[in-house]
């Protein structure tokens, strides 16, 4: 396993960091503990098969991921400022 950080794609400040096999394994962690990812940069991200349902990944940078086969029911992904 290795540490992973999921960065705030402006500020660069952590969004969740952890132990983990990869980036998809990461992030579906993090989703599962309630970690906001709100505008993280998963840029180029596997997340091919993820479980993502009730992730905020609102203003996320999501360009170039792989996203085949993920789980996005429930997943904020809206572009504008939800609060």
């Not at 960091?17 to 990869?22: K, S, Y």
């Amino acid at each position: 396993m290795t540490q992973i950080k999921i960065m705030n794609r402006w500020s660069c400040e952590s969004l969740w960091e952890g132990e983990a096999e990869d980036v998809r394994s990461a992030v579906t962690t993090a989703v599962a503990s309630g970690a906001n990812l709100r505008d993280a940069d998963l840029h180029d991200a596997d997340l091919s098969g993820a479980n993502l349902s009730g992730a905020n990944l609102s203003r996320a940078d999501l360009s170039d991921a792989d996203l085949s086969g993920a789980k996005i029911s429930e997943a904020g992904t809206a572009t504008g400022d939800p609060e």
